[in-house]
């Protein structure tokens, strides 16, 4: 019998949404179907698998139906469109899950947890909200909301008004035991969405949730630390790490440590929006104690866990 080896591996919008031209839910589902076969190829390999992923695009269809159904119903707050779509999001990487598995032969069940993550309300990103979320708005429309909901709202260069929220460090995740417990009783376990529900504490220790969005990479990264991962794996749309990122001298990383990677971030190799988030979440989990990440595609999650592309991280 092997030892345990459990692994965080947080999926990028890739694994859900492709392109603008494929962004219904049966193309949503085919794109899931394709990045958990290459998840279920390393569960087979041994690895214990909790999957984390992102729900930006999904979040925004919610706000946009709730936006458009305002005359008629009421209208869905931000911590219950990432309550809804963890759940739509968890049922279709289940059922994906579910079909690989049975193809396969493999004795896996996967289970979603609706997971909570508490941040402080004395968050100083709650002073400078600056996530834009939902659809642009023209002028008037925008200090309504500001005036009749208290959005904050930013003109987001010429190209109309949108709501911004803030994007609070998550500092515990509320769920965690039971995410250790389902990954001991041997079940594949899909937690943490969208960076998970944004909660604070009252002061008499209840929680609260709020309107705001926790980055998916560093909530990844806490629940990576928090539970003693083996692994972190980060699987975006690229196959590895570049410095001079898009540019003539630009160089693959096969391996860095965790100095260079440091290093590099400060140098600006890792775009603020994007590649940028997932170093500092890398560097959060291997600060904590962290034992390796990985950062690769889908496709390539074998071959870089065989050591042949992906870009590690090691302390
Ligand atoms: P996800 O949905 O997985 O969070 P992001 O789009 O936020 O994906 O981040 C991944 C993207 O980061 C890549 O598709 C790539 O275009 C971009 N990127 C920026 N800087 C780098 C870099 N230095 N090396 C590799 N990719 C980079
Ligand atoms: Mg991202």
């Not at 279920?40 to 919610?62: D, K, L, R």
């Not at 972190?232 to 990383?253: C, E, H, M, R």
């Not at 100095?259 to 940028?276: D, I, P, T, V």
């Amino acid at each position: 019998m092997n030892e345990r080896r459990v692994a965080v591996v947080a999926v990028g919008g890739n694994s859900l949404i492709k392109d603008k031209a494929h962004q219904t839910i049966p193309d949503q589902y085919a794109a899931a179907a394709e990045s958990m076969g290459h998840i279920a190829g390393m569960i087979q390999a041994g690895w214990e698998v909790v999957i984390t992923h992102g729900n930006g695009p999904q979040v925004g269809f919610i706000l946009r139906r709730s936006e458009l159904s305002r005359h008629e119903l009421h209208e869905v707050p931000l911590d219950y469109c990432g309550a809804d779509s963890q759940g739509a999001i968890g049922y279709m990487f289940q059922q994906a899950l579910y079909n690989v598995f049975r193809l396969r032969g493999m004795p896996k069940q996967a289970a979603t947890v609706v997971t909570q993550v508490l941040v402080s309300a004395e968050d100083p990103a709650f002073k400078h909200p600056s996530k834009p979320i939902g659809s642009f708005m023209d002028e008037p429309t925008a200090s309504d909301r500001a005036a009749g909901e208290g959005w904050a709202v930013v003109e987001d260069a010429g190209r109309g008004w949108r709501r911004v929220v803030a994007s609070p460090r998550p500092v515990k995740i509320v769920q965690r035991e039971v995410i250790e417990a389902m990954i001991a009783a041997g079940f594949v376990v899909i937690a943490v969405g969208g960076g998970g529900i944004p909660v604070v504490e009252d002061p008499a220790g209840n929680l609260i949730g709020v309107e705001a969005v926790i980055d998916k990479d560093f909530a990844s990264a806490l629940l990576a630390s928090s539970i003693r991962a083996d692994l972190f794996l980060i699987s975006t749309a690229v196959p590895q790490i570049a410095l001079n990122y898009g540019k003539l001298d630009q160089q693959w990383l096969d391996k860095i440590s965790l100095a260079e990677a440091k290093q590099y971030l400060q140098q600006g190799h890792f775009a603020k929006g994007s590649m940028g988030p997932k170093v500092q979440a890398i560097i959060n989990y291997l600060e904590a104690g962290g034992k390796r990440a990985l950062v690769t595609d889908p496709q390539n999650i074998g071959r870089a866990l065989a050591g042949e592309t992906g870009t590690w991280v090691v302390p």
